[in-house]
């Protein structure tokens, strides 16, 4: 089992920044990457970023891709999520997911592990 412990949410003004984090443990050696998906009310999961956690890899939804970043810290076995010039459709609860198999992911359901969420609210 691999656990994850999201932080860093909150609520920001559009064109503000905030910085999640994803913290894992349990069976890391098991997580070859991790991705960070985002859900509103009604709606599904949708897929933010991904990291290969070996090599550093990343791939960006389109609605993001320039705006976040994703990077990860081996030795605290943390990934985080750098939110840039943010708009108010980014409001959402975020969630961290990580899976045993290699090659980067983009639909939930080939995420075997979730955190619980954070709340990024994008507001003035």
């Known amino acids: 089992q691999v656990q994850l412990v999201e932080s860093g949410g909150g609520l920001v003004q559009p064109g503000g920044s905030l910085r999640l984090s994803c913290a894992a443990s349990g069976r890391t050696y098991s997580t070859y990457s991790m991705g960070w998906f985002r859900q509103t009310p009604g709606k599904d999961r949708d897929f933010v970023a991904t990291?290969?956690?070996?090599?550093?890899?990343?791939y960006y939804s389109d609605s993001v891709r320039g705006r976040f970043t994703i990077s990860r810290d081996n030795a605290k076995n943390t990934v985080y999520l750098q939110m840039n010039s943010l708009k108010r459709e980014d409001t959402a609860v975020y969630f961290c997911a990580a899976r045993p198999i290699r090659g980067l992911a983009v639909e939930a359901s080939q995420y075997d592990y979730w955190g619980q969420g954070t709340q990024v609210t994008v507001s003035s």
């Open positions: 990291i290969n956690w070996s090599s550093g890899s990343t």
